[in-house]
Antibody
């Protein structure tokens, strides 16, 4: 059974840093692209970033480029999101999701975690 | 990141059929496949449709998807009370070099 479990969320001051982790199990982690998707309070889903199986290809939304960075450790089956220079509008529940299909135009998010809440506030 | 456009809400009585539209552009829906997700706050989003009209195993055939040009639709037939949730479309956008989600539609069962 595929399982994705996020951790690392919490309260951080504006300008601060946080690292989110997503522990994956139930599939061959290194063979699949992974993503982070977030949902701000009262708002819709927003794609944040994606990384391909070997970790070579990464993509980030314009709103987070240069501040949030996706990475992975295929030896530990863990996906990361390093979050720097955090702003109030980064406050959201962050979901880890597995990608399935043919990149990019036929990919979809086939498994999701339950999310971890990041609150950026002084 | 420009979002795909969905109606904020749709509603229907139990047993009825509702349609959720998803409007995009030539750089996204026009050239990429669309997927649909059901989301209850506090839970993991659930995929309902992938590659425009394919259902993952376990998704009832009451849910169906289609795509034409730069728009897509999700139809829920035989509406049930546990279909009350938020629904999102998503696709890849060539000009943004990333994924985009729809604005989301809240389905209410009357």
């Amino acid at each position: 059974e595929v399982q994705l479990s996020e951790s690392g969320g919490g309260l951080v001051q504006p300008g601060g840093s946080l690292r989110l982790s997503c522990a994956a199990s139930g599939f061959t982690f290194r063979d699949f692209a992974m993503s982070w998707v977030r949902q701000a309070p009262g708002r819709g889903l927003e794609w944040v970033s994606s990384i391909y199986g070997g970790g070579v290809g990464t993509y980030h939304a314009e709103s987070v480029r240069g501040r949030l960075t996706i990475s992975r450790d295929n030896s530990k089956n863990i996906l990361y999101l390093q979050m720097n220079s955090l702003r109030a509008d980064d406050t959201a529940t962050y979901y880890c999701a597995k990608l399935e299909g043919h990149p990019h135009r036929e990919y979809y998010f086939d498994y999701w975690g339950r999310g971890t809440l990041v609150t950026v506030s002084s | 990141q420009s979002a795909l456009t969905q109606p904020p809400s749709v509603s229907g009585a139990p047993g009825q059929r509702v349609t959720i539209s998803c409007s995009g552009r030539s750089s996204n829906i026009g050239v990429s496949a669309v997927s649909w997700y059901q989301h209850l706050p506090g839970t993991a989003p659930k995929p309902l449709i992938y590659v425009n009209d394919q259902r993952p195993s376990g998704v009832p055939d009451r849910f169906s998807g289609s795509k034409s040009g730069t728009s897509a639709s999700l139809v829920i037939s035989g509406l049930q009370s546990d279909d009350e949730a938020d629904y999102y479309c998503a696709t890849w956008d060539d000009s943004l070099n990333g994924y985009v989600f729809g604005t989301g539609t809240k389905v209410t069962v009357l």
